[in-house]
T-cell receptor, first 111, second 110 residues
């Protein structure tokens, strides 16, 4: 089974802090994705990557950046955390032609 | 108009009932279709793919109507453990991007 591991299940950070969310997959998937999920808004795509060192903006990239230095790792960075970034963050990976496998999510609270 | 639309529910049904969810999608060139299940405070997990000819997996039946651009999921003999949110998911004709519906919440009562 594909495993997608997110480094933290719960995080509490202060406004203005730089926050790193890490995601690692163990099945050599080319594609990796970061979503946030909020009640009533569903899953919204923040950034995605189809290859090492490659990144593309999703629907809501503002306030976020990403890094993919190695194929298995895709990091989401909140440059200066704000309270409206309090959310559940979900990482996913996939290979061509198949569905996504999600990590277990990171519930981030910014205070 | 959202790319993938679902009735958010909740659908409240008794154990043993049959329940059906529909989902519509706007991109007629969409290539692949899936249903995902998401339990409360957990990540979405693939429930089943949806094939053009329709497919069944135990108590679950998925159907695709390309002409009308909708997908359905039928659950027979509902169990308490079926209580979850069901996400309709569509892959477009370019790249590997999936588009998620907002989900339909199902609550199965004793």
């Amino acid at each position: 089974d594909v495993k997608v591991t997110q480094s933290s299940r719960y995080l509490v950070k202060r406004t203005g802090e730089k926050v790193f969310l890490e995601c690692v997959q163990d099945m050599d998937h080319e594609n990796m994705f970061w979503y946030r999920q909020d009640p009533g808004l569903g899953l919204r795509l923040i950034y995605f990557s189809y290859d090492v060192k490659m990144k593309e903006k999703g629907d809501i990239p503002e306030g976020y950046s990403v890094s993919r230095e190695k194929k298995e790792r895709f990091s989401l960075i909140l440059e200066s955390a704000s309270t409206n970034q309090t959310s559940m963050y979900l990482c996913a990976s996939s290979s061509q032609g198949v569905g996504y496998t999600f990590g277990s999510g990171t519930r981030l609270t910014v205070v | 108009r959202k790319e993938v639309e679902q009735d958010p529910g909740p659908f409240n049904v008794p154990e043993g009932a049959t329940v059906a969810f529909n989902c519509t999608y706007s991109n007629s060139a969409s290539q692949s279709f899936f249903w995902y299940r998401q339990d409360c405070r957990k990540e979405p997990k693939l429930l089943m793919s949806v094939y053009s000819s329709g497919n069944e997996d135990g108590r679950f039946t998925a159907q695709l109507n390309r002409a009308s651009q909708y997908i359905s999921l039928l659950i027979r003999d509902s169990k308490l453990s079926d209580s979850a949110t069901y996400l309709c998911v569509v892959r477009g004709n370019a790249g590997n991007m999936l588009t998620f519906g907002g989900g339909t919440r199902l609550m199965v009562k004793p």
